[in-house]
């Protein structure tokens, strides 16, 4: 069977709970998180989207996980929160699309993950003011960052970490997660440290 045609973009958001700068990526996922395993969050903010006559414009979801060891060991759990908005055709266009079996940039993360604990329903927030936002969906989620600054005071722009080869984009600002709330799909996690890492970005994904 062809894999279906679609494509979405729009804004990213994350936080883990590695320590400010996550080691995951520069140690090109074979490296020890920070704390020994890794829980993320991964929001998406869908500004335009259609997977094949099905729009997905305006949606959003929320990718959690969690990674036992050095990420490229694999058996990381994965769970996901779709907008309650969406229709069925549209919540199991998202799934496709985040477990990559639709193709695209989840497609190479698949192998990779050794169980999927299910798809929640739930009213999902973004709120972004420069370079601080959040994600809350509530009961569930509730996750918010600030860019990183470097030492010129002139400077509007966060640090920005390239050619990251991460699923959401290959250019990543750097944050500081401010809190970190998860409670969802047996995911347990409550973070206010603000020591911990976030990272954002725009987004673009389309199926290969």
């Known amino acids: 069977m062809a894999t279906p045609t679609w494509k979405i973009s729009g804004q990213y958001y994350e936080t883990c ?3 400010y700068v996550c ?7 074979a490296v020890r998180p920070s704390k020994g395993s890794c829980t993320f969050a991964m929001a998406f903010q869908i500004d335009r989207g259609q997977h ?38 549209q919540r199991d266009a998202i799934t496709a699309i985040t477990s990559g079996a639709a193709g695209g940039p989840m497609a190479a993360l698949s192998p990779l993950v050794g169980s999927f604990v299910g798809v929640e329903s739930a009213a999902i ?7 601080k936002w959040s994600v809350t ?3 569930f989620v509730d996750m918010a960052a600030e860019g990183a600054m470097g030492i010129n005071p002139n400077a509007t722009e966060p640090l920005h970490l390239e050619n990251t080869g991460h699923p959401a ?3 990543l600002a750097l ?10 799909l047996g995911f347990e996690w409550d973070d206010v440290s603000g020591q911990n890492n976030g990272q954002y970005a725009p987004f673009s994904w389309q199926g290969a």
């Open 17 to 19: 709970s590695c320590d």
């Open 23 to 29: 080691p995951c990526l520069p140690g090109q996922m």
């Open 52 to 89: 094949e006559a099905v729009s997905l414009d305006g949606l959003g979801f929320i990718v959690l996980g969690l990674t036992p060891e050095a990420m490229g060991k694999g058996n990381w759990t994965v769970g996901l929160i779709v907008d309650e908005r969406a229709s069925m055709e």
């Open 125 to 131: 927030r973004f709120d972004r003011n420069g370079t």
């Open 137 to 139: 969906s509530p009961q």
């Open 169 to 171: 984009a290959d250019r």
């Open 175 to 184: 944050a500081h997660a401010l809190r970190s709330h998860v409670h969802a």
